[in-house]
């Protein structure tokens, strides 16, 4: 009896599903696309400038060109063709990442929060009042008697 409780919790247990690494997902994409170069014919569309200096598709211009099916060593070759083309992104990402990491690490927003709920604790609504007035003034302009009167109020 114990025996076959014991084999249902590893049935059990092996039904779970669990999230696949992001690597992983990333190459089924990648093959699944290059899988479709074969399949799916070529195509392209007439392009212009438009006013603003933007490359844009002429409605009604598609024509079937000869496909370009992706080879493996284009395959494998495309994550590395993909980051050399978007290095200044990833340098950003990584330096926002960063930033937020610092901020994170020192606990700066738990202790600005911290801080601002103790400043206003006792004093009702000015808080929820003090929030919504600097939010829609960083939206606009204000002059610096709405600051004044601001600070003064509050």
Known sequence: ???????EKEVKQKKKFSMPNTLVIMAVVIALVAVATYLIPGGA????????????????????IASQPQSLFDVLQSPIEGIV????????????????????????????????????????????????????MQTSRPSKKIWVYLYNYL
């Open 85 to 136: 083309q978007g290095g200044e992104i990833i340098a950003f990402l990584f330096i926002v990442g960063g930033a937020f990491n610092l901020i994170a690490e020192t606990k700066a927003i738990n202790f600005g929060i911290i801080r601002i709920v103790n400043l206003f604790k006792g004093k009702g609504t000015r808080l929820p009042l003090a929030s919504s007035i600097t939010e829609a």
């Open 45 to 64: 569309y007439d392009r212009v400038l438009n006013d603003q200096g933007r490359e844009v598709v002429v409605s009604g211009t598609y024509k079937a």
């Open 1 to 7: 009896m114990e025996v076959l409780q014991s084999q």
